[in-house]
Structure formats: structure tokens, C-alpha cells
């Protein structure tokens, strides 16, 4: 089931996590780029800024069928993926020469599209996977296959949904040496998103466990149980899960970066996990190193337990649905069917996504570099590049001169902030070195196998750095997503082209709007490197402390005012955000902000006072901001999100950032009274 949202226990944020998609936004330069068609004027902005920017679009929108939710990331989203669907459509009818990435990308994409044929195949293309599962006779054999499987899948990616695995085995940089990519293995193993699924008891979570067993029941039944046995297997397999839950940590625990670094030679491991012998399973994983980072102890120690203790066929059956269910997007309609109807609980979608939307995305992970590099030739003008660059440039200088007038901090901690503030590598629209795919062979008729194909090529890939110096080129998102992300480990921002666009940057827009807009999305990922987490990296990325001790405890009395503010926000009924899972996020956003405005005050529009379409520059700013936020979302959607996400929800995204700002105040005359008026010493202002 491809549920899993994208978090990680990398310290990599990302600047929102799932969207999804309908008509076009032109770029028009000589209409004014803020659409005042989407203000609600019965909404006063001093009371709800959010709702006053976007109240008649919200009220105006329908959330299309298929989708989650609707927004102005989805909208993006939607034009691009019909730009990649008419490239991938292009590259299927040109007969380009054999091994080329038109030729890989365009067959990929026509073997995803026959669903004549794969409806016809069924399940077959898996027959000799369900086999090997099948003849499975020891522990140590259900461990042998985890790692058949990351040759067939290849590892997961920290932005997309992936295929589940019992593991988590990923190449990353050592949090202690960031300059060398060690093996780390972390907690995994679980259909639904994270522990708090198996262990919350209120109705919508119970509901959602019990709709998740009759899932796995169903697998079993379509590839051929009867539905007694299919029953009996699926709760056996539940048992598993809820074992591997109790044993795993929450995703706020996963958020402390030191508990979840514990550096061990396999020998070490060995004495940690008794019925693991880790020498032969690195065997199986074709690992060379001795030395790995272990994320959660404990829940290997369960794993290890419950890999003697739980019977052999249980597992057996645990491998087989978490096999059918990581390829049933890929399978005859049943399949296809029964995995849409376990993901719309949580996502709220009424219809799936049309066939080729699902399969552009699919292209899109599976080939990530030849669509790209097709994608930017195409849609990327290069002088958007050097318009980012300099706009990053600005944000830079500001951040560092607000850092020089903290009030809070050191003049010694100040210092080695800015020394980190300088060294952020900047990587903006798509890589520099793309992957090369030659060893890669895609054919048109063969979904299942260009699948696996790609996905050993992935795992070679991963297996490839390990030990190795840190490529610092490399992307961890693909060209056309829209999103960005900060990595505490590589200490780099990455805008990848697809967010480099209308609503987030117009190349012909005033400077309101686009420092409203992508400025705040800069400032953000800056800003994660001083976050809760981001700040207990160096400059090299390097889990080691820098801060003065008093520097330390003012920060972090700076963030419990953010969790405090977050943890008040209401979003469904009485559900509330959670401060702390959301900190390092909101943090973020405040200083985003904060740091986008006073970069704007630098630029023309912003010394002067000249209204453009009856609003002040400042006005203006605040308006672009409120904008790129809004968002429509289904119910299901934001119960997963509050559960899952460190991403507050939209309104709260907006208003709450700027009720902890004296230039809104002031830009719009809030005034005690007002909902959106904060007293001074509950402002959560961090950067
Ligand atoms: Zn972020």
C-alpha cells in the first residue's frame, strides 16, 4: 500500500509532503498576478488572514474527485504532470533509438499504460517471486529475501512513497563524518503509515486498522485463498505488525536526531540481536562494511525476537502481502482496486486517479533523472536559474544580518551560526551530473519487469556509495516535483525546477508576489538549518554541537513558545495540530517569513509606498504568502496529516507566522482584540 507519507528519519525537511491536482494558471504580466477573485470580504484580515485572502476560492472550489485535496500546489502539480504526460506521450511514438532516455522513459510509460495485458497477466508476473517466498524453511531465509527484495525494488526514497520493506536498510551520510556515506538500518515493516495507527483508540484510527486487515485479507483472497483461510492469514500477518509497532518509535521521538544514531560493527550487533547474524545478512545484502548506524535498537531487538518466536508461516505470509501489495498498483484491476480503496480512508479520494496520472508519477520515480533531463530541456528557461540564484543570494545576506541583530544569542555562537549560514550550498531547478541509465533495459510490453529492472538499478546505485566520499551533486528529489527540501546532513537547499514556477515565481512578477511566494519557500529551507533539529548540525553537517550552553537554553525557550502557539490551533473538530511533531516546520515558517520580508524591504518595492492594484508592496507581500497557501482538503486527509505530517495545516501555515509578525500588524492595523493579535511575549519570533 503506498501510504506511507513522506517522512523519514533523515533530517531532510521537505516543504510539504503530498498533493495532488485541474485547470491552468497563466502567467499574465499585464493583469495584476494576485487573484482578488478568492478574497472573502465578510472575513476580516485581522481576524483570519487565511480566510480573507482565500475564503470565496474555498467556497468557490469543488475538490475534484480523484483527488485528496485542492490547492495551489495542486494545481502546479496538475500542469506539470500533463507536461510530463505530453513528453512521455511524445517520447512512446517517436521509435527513438534503442537505449536512449526517450526510448527508456516513453516504453516505460507505454508498458504502465497497457492495462490490456495487464489485465490479462493477473498475478502471474510474480509467480516466481511468490515461489521463492513459498519456499522459505528458516528465519534466516525470511531475512535472505528482505534483501531479494531491495534488489527488486531498491530502496526507499526520503520523498516518495515507496515499496514497504521489513527494514529499512539506506545509504546516507554518517551523521558523525558527514563526508562518507555509511550503511544505516532503520526501524520499517509496517502497511500503515507510522505507530500511532496501531496504537491510538479512538474510532477513526480503529476503523482504519480494522479496514487494513480486511485489506490484507482481500490480497490473499484475490491471489487465491479462500476467504476462511485469507481471514486467518490476514490477522496473523496484523499480529506481526502490531508487534513491530509496539517495538517502533513515534514519528516525534524519531525527530531527536542523536537518539537515533547509534554507530555499531556487525559484531556489536550480533550481541544485540542474538537470533540476527548480521555477517550473513549483510552477505545477503551484498554489504561490504563492518561498521554500520543503527536508527532504533530496540526495534531490532523485537525484530530479532519476533523472527524465532513468531511461526514460520506467519512470516511467509507477512512477505507474501507486503510483496502483492507493493506491486498491486502495477496489477490486473482487482489488485489496482483494492489497494485504492484501503488508500482512500486516509486520503479521502472519492474516484482513482486517472491511469495515466498514476503512471507519469510512476515514470517519474522510476526513471527520475532521463524524465528530468527531458522535462527541463523542455520547460526550464535557464535564465529562471540565475533570477533564483540571485534571489537566494538576497535571502542569504539578510538572514545573516538578522543573525547579527539577534538579541538572544552570543556574539561566539553568532559566528559559527553565520559560518553555517555560509557554507549552504545552493542547487537550484536540476542536477548538475545526471544518472546515467545505459545499464538500464526498459521494454514496452513488460511493466513488472522494467519495474524490477529499475529497481536493481536503484539498489546498485545505493550499494555503490557506500564507504564512499559524499557526492554532494546529487538530488534527492526529481527535476519536475513540486516541493524543495533543506539537508541537515549535506547542509544544501534544493529547488528543483517544478516549484520554480507561477504561483511560486513569476520571472515577470513584482517583487512582492515573488518574494511572498518562492522568497518565503527559500527562506524556509535556510531556516531548517537552525530548526530544532537543523541546529545540532555543523556547518559540515555533522551531528556536533556548536552552541554555547545559555545560546542553547534561549532557543529552546524561543521554540516552546512555537510549540505552544501550534499546539492551540484547532483543525477538525477538537483535533489539534501537535506542536511538537510540527516544531521543526513551523520554526521554519516563522523565520521564512520573516527573513523573505526583510529581504523584500531591500528591493525597490519595498522602500517605496506605491500601491499596485489598490494594496501597498507591504499589503501585497502578505497577500502572495496567503496565496500559495490555499487549500482545500477532505477530512480523511487532514486526520492522516495530523497524524503524520510535520507540516501544520495551510490556515495555520498562514496565520500563525504572521500573528508573530510587528510588520503584518502594521501592514493591515491589527490591533489588540483582533483574533489575529498575539501579546508580545507569546510571539514565537526564533530567526
Ligand atoms: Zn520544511
Not at 151 to 175: C, M, R, T, Y
Not at 196 to 208: R, W
Not at 552 to 562: M, P, Q
Amino acid at each position: 500500500m503506498k501510504l506511507k507519507m513522506a517522512i523519514s528519519v533523515f533530517v531532510v525537511c521537505v516543504l510539504l509532503t503530498t498533493f495532488s491536482c485541474n485547470q491552468n494558471t497563466d502567467e499574465a504580466t499585464s493583469k495584476d498576478l494576485l487573484d482578488k477573485n478568492g478574497i472573502d470580504s465578510s472575513v476580516k484580515p485581522q481576524n483570519d488572514f487565511f480566510s480573507y485572502v482565500n475564503g470565496t476560492w474555498i467556497k468557490n472550489t469543488e475538490i475534484p474527485a480523484a483527488e485528496s485535496g485542492w490547492s495551489s500546489f495542486a494545481i502546479l502539480y496538475q500542469n506539470t504532470t500533463l507536461e510530463l504526460k505530453s513528453l512521455l506521450d511524445s517520447c512512446a511514438n517517436l521509435n527513438a533509438p534503442k537505449g536512449s532516455n526517450a526510448q527508456k522513459v516513453g516504453d516505460l510509460y507505454t508498458s504502465a499504460m497497457d492495462s490490456a495485458a495487464i489485465e490479462q497477466k493477473g498475478i502471474t508476473p510474480l509467480k516466481e517471486d511468490l515461489q521463492r517466498i513459498a519456499d522459505i524453511q528458516t528465519p534466516k531465509d525470511v531475512l535472505h529475501e528482505v534483501a531479494v527484495e531491495y534488489d527488486l525494488f531498491g530502496p526507499k526514497k526520503s520523498f516518495v512513497k515507496d515499496a514497504s520493506h521489513l527494514i529499512n536498510f539506506n545509504a546516507s551520510q554518517d551523521e558523525e563524518n558527514s563526508n562518507i556515506i555509511i550503511a544505516h538500518f532503520d526501524q520499517d515493516g509496517l502497511g500503515l503509515p507510522n505507530k500511532e495507527y496501531y496504537t491510538k483508540q479512538d474510532s477513526s484510527t480503529i476503523n482504519i486498522r480494522d479496514a487494513y486487515v480486511q485489506y490484507i485479507a482481500e490480497i490473499f483472497h484475490l491471489s487465491g485463498d479462500d476467504i476462511a483461510l485469507a481471514k486467518k492469514e490476514a490477522a496473523d500477518v496484523m499480529k506481526i505488525e502490531n508487534a513491530l509497532a509496539a517495538a517502533s518509535k513515534s514519528p516525534v521521538e524519531l525527530r531527536d536526531p542523536k537518539a537515533n544514531y547509534h554507530k555499531m560493527t556487525l559484531a556489536e550487533l550480533n550481541q544485540l540481536t542474538p537470533n540476527i547474524n548480521w555477517q550473513q545478512m549483510a552477505g545477503y545484502l551484498n554489504l561490504k562494511q563492518d561498521t554500520v548506524v543503527v536508527g532504533q535498537p530496540d526495534f531490532y531487538k523485537a525484530l530479532g525476537n519476533l523472527l524465532v518466536s513468531v511461526p514460520l508461516n506467519d512470516w511467509k505470509n507477512y512477505l507474501r502481502f507486503h510483496l502483492i501489495d507493493n506491486y498491486a498498483p502495477y496489477l490486473s484491476t482487482g489488485f489496482v482496486n483494492a489497494n485504492f480503496n484501503m488508500g482512500k480512508l486516509l486520503t479521502g479520494q472519492k474516484k482513482i486517479q486517472p491511469r495515466w496520472k498514476r503512471m507519469v508519477a510512476f515514470v517519474d520515480n522510476q526513471l527520475s533523472d532521463a524524465l528530468g533531463q527531458l522535462y527541463v530541456a523542455k520547460y526550464f528557461p535557464p535564465e529562471a536559474k540565475e533570477r533564483i540564484l540571485n534571489l537566494v543570494n538576497n535571502l542569504q545576506a539578510t538572514y545573516k544580518d538578522r543573525i547579527e541583530h539577534l538579541s538572544w544569542m552570543s556574539d561566539t555562537t553568532k559566528q559559527k551560526a553565520i559560518i553555517k549560514l555560509n557554507a549552504i550550498r545552493k542547487k537550484i531547478g536540476y542536477p548538475d551530473k545526471w544518472k546515467d541509465y545505459s545499464s538500464v533495459t526498459i521494454t514496452k510490453d513488460n511493466l513488472i519487469q522494467n519495474y524490477k529492472n529499475t529497481g536493481h538499478f536503484a539498489y546498485r546505485y545505493m550499494m555503490n556509495k557506500i564507504g564512499k566520499p559524499v557526492d554532494r551533486s546529487e538530488w534527492f528529489m526529481t527535476a519536475p516535483t513540486i516541493n524543495a527540501y533543506y539537508s541537515a546532513r549535506a547542509n544544501d537547499i534544493n529547488f528543483p525546477a517544478g516549484i520554480l514556477q507561477p504561483p511560486f515565481f513569476y520571472k515577470d512578477g513584482d517583487d512582492a508576489i515573488n518574494y511572498g511566494a518562492i522568497g518565503v519557500v527559500i527562506g524556509h529551507e535556510m531556516t531548517h538549518g537552525f530548526d530544532d533539529q537543523g541546529k545540532q548540525y555543523d556547518a559540515n553537517g555533522n551531528l556536533k554541537n556548536w552552541w554555547l550552553p545559555a545560546d542553547s537554553a534561549n532557543f529552546r525557550h524561543k521554540a516552546d513558545l512555537v510549540v505552544k502557539q501550534y499546539n492551540k490551533s484547532v483543525v477538525l473538530d477538537s483535533l489539534h495540530i501537535n506542536g511538537e511533531l510540527t516544531q521543526g516546520e513551523n520554526i521554519a515558517d516563522i523565520g521564512g517569513i520573516s527573513i523573505a520580508y526583510e529581504a523584500f524591504k531591500k528591493t525597490d518595492e519595498g522602500k517605496s509606498d506605491k500601491k499596485i492594484g489598490g494594496l501597498t508592496p507591504d499589503q501585497r507581500f502578505f497577500m502572495a504568502y496567503a496565496e500559495v497557501w490555499r487549500s482545500k482538503m477532505r477530512p480523511e486527509n487532514i486526520r492522516s496529516r495530523l497524524l503524520s505530517d510535520p507540516h501544520s495545516a495551510p490556515m495555520y501555515r498562514v496565520n500563525n507566522p504572521l500573528s508573530d509578525m510587528p510588520a503584518f500588524y502594521k501592514a493591515f492595523n491589527v490591533v489588540p482584540g483582533d483574533k489575529m493579535y498575539v501579546a508580545d511575549s507569546l510571539r514565537a519570533l526564533v530567526w
